[in-house]
């Protein structure tokens, strides 16, 4: 059975930093491009960033291209994004998404606010 299980976010001020896991199981991880979609309350799906199977080429939406870094662990199935300098717009449900086949987990909230 294919998981994909996100974790890390939760309620930071604006200025800080959370950095989202994603675990990865049920098929090759290494093999798939993968990427990271949000949310925010009232809006429609927002692609954030993505990353080869390989880990060397990755793209950022121009809103969040200097502040979040994307990354992930072959070896042991993770992906992360890692999210700096985070503003209120930043608030949403944070979802690791395999771009191939389209596999879904069920998303982390995080919400930016003082």
């Known amino acids: 059975e294919v998981q994909l299980v996100e974790s890390g976010g939760g309620l930071v001020q604006p200025g800080g930093s959370l950095r989202l896991s994603c675990a990865a199981s049920?098929?090759?991880?290494?093999?798939?491009?993968m990427s990271w979609v949000r949310q925010a309350p009232g809006k429609g799906l927002e692609w954030v960033s993505g990353?080869?199977?390989?880990?060397?080429?990755?793209s950022y939406a121009d809103s969040v291209k200097g502040r979040f870094t994307i990354s992930r662990d072959n070896a042991k199935n993770p992906l992360y994004l890692q999210m700096n300098s985070l503003e209120p717009e930043g608030t949403a449900v944070y979802f690791c998404?395999?771009?191939?086949?389209?596999?879904w987990g069920q998303g982390t909230q995080v919400t930016v606010s003082s």
């Open positions: 990353i080869n199977s390989g880990g060397g080429s990755t």
């Open positions: 998404r395999e771009n191939t086949v389209g596999y």
């Open positions: 049920g098929f090759t991880f290494s093999n798939y491009r």
